[in-house]
């Protein structure tokens, strides 16, 4: 079973070699919009200390759900 497993990762063209791969490469992380970041943290803070604005947290929270890019660059 083991060498017909090695033989068709031999016979296939795409396969890389694992001598070819470096791992030690960083993983990535795409930068945040730092306006974007404090203008929401803003808000949030905002509709906290101000009376009858916490039902507006609901919505920001949910629209931070279905877009979570919109954070970044």
Known sequence: MIKEINNIIKRRSEFIDLDRINFNVKN???????IKKISIIGVIVFCL???FTNFILIPIFKLLNKFPMWLYK
């Open 28 to 34: 990535y992380k795409p930068k945040q919009n730092i």
């Open 49 to 51: 200390f101000t009376p």
